[in-house]
């Protein structure tokens, strides 16, 4: 990963740094989807309860 977000970080140490989720053990994916413009997932554990309570959220 070479580039740097907008406070001058490098992108690795960005996402090295990031708590995906303070609820389970999420995983963090960065991906650069073109020149320049990087997408962070965060890939949420199935029992995770922050998750479930999105997920409610979103089916009303």
Request: hydrophobic share 35%; aromatic share 8%.
């Amino acid at each position: 990963m070479t580039g740097r977000n907008a406070f001058g970080m490098p992108l690795g140490e960005v996402v090295e740094h990031s708590q995906a989720c303070a609820d389970c053990d999420a995983d963090s994916r960065l991906s650069e989807v073109s020149p320049g413009v990087y997408r962070l997932t965060t890939l949420h554990d199935p029992t995770c309860p922050w998750f479930a309570a999105y997920r409610r959220g979103l089916n009303r």
